[in-house]
Each structure stands twice: as structure tokens, then as C-alpha cells.
Nanobody
Framework: VQLQASGGGLVQAGESLRLSCAAT??????????MGWYRQAPGEQRELVAR????????NYGDSVKGRFTLSRDKAESTVFLQMDSLVPGDTAVYYC??????????????WGQGTLVTVSS
């Protein structure tokens, strides 16, 4: 299983970006227990941005992004999309896709994507 992330870049404050993350190599029989995004700014600890847990309709959001970021997923629940609006310089960080996925071969394992850089200029 791999997580393929895309969509980072450089934007100005107030603009928007959309990140995507797709789980690949799962085979046809799998279960996504959780999937979403974390971020890590220079010198800071990694923090939750947004994440779906199980089959919950509503994702959990980090306090700093509530009301500005929206996490959604496709019908197969193997791809998530993070719509980031009203970006501020404090959102500058490397964003990591994360998922806990169950497959018959491996059981439930935590996976991490390679990270995508989001830079917001003032």
C-alpha cells in the first residue's frame, strides 16, 4: 500500500489550495479505518489537520483550521481531498497524508505519504 499525495505549492494569503491523497496497491478487498492529513511546520511537532475515522460522515479537524479547511473523500473511501481556503502564513508546513488501512495480507497498518509542501506568503 502506498499513499500518493499531490497539490501542494506556493500561494498568497487569502488564496486556496486543494490537496489530494490516494491509497494505491490495496487490492480489491481492503478497509480504510482512518484517513486524512497532518502537517509539520519547521521546528514544530506534527499536528492533525483533518481526518476521517471509520465510516464517520464528519471528519475531525485541528482547531487552527476549523471553518477554513474541508476534508472530503470519494465513494470508495480510498482517496481524500483537502480543500484549504483563506490560507494564512501560519498554514505553511509540509502536509502529510496518513491512513490506517486493513488488508487481508497485512492486517491494519498505519501508512504515511511522502509529504507535500504548502507555502503561504503574506
Amino acid at each position: 500500500v502506498q499513499l500518493q499525495a499531490s497539490g501542494g505549492g506556493l500561494v498568497q494569503a487569502g488564496e486556496s489550495l486543494r490537496l489530494s491523497c490516494a491509497a494505491t496497491g490495496t487490492g480489491s478487498f481492503f478497509r480504510v479505518n482512518a484517513m486524512g492529513w497532518y502537517r509539520q511546520a519547521p521546528g514544530e511537532q506534527r499536528e492533525l489537520v483533518a481526518r476521517f475515522f471509520g465510516t464517520s460522515i464528519r471528519p475531525n479537524y485541528g482547531d487552527s483550521v476549523k471553518g477554513r479547511f474541508t476534508l472530503s473523500r470519494d465513494k470508495a473511501e480510498s482517496t481524500v481531498f483537502l480543500q484549504m481556503d483563506s490560507l494564512v502564513p501560519g498554514d505553511t508546513a509540509v502536509y502529510y497524508c496518513s491512513a490506517n488501512i486493513w488488508t487481508p495480507a497485512s492486517g491494519s497498518i498505519d501508512y504515511w505519504g511522502q509529504g507535500t509542501l504548502v507555502t503561504v506568503s503574506s
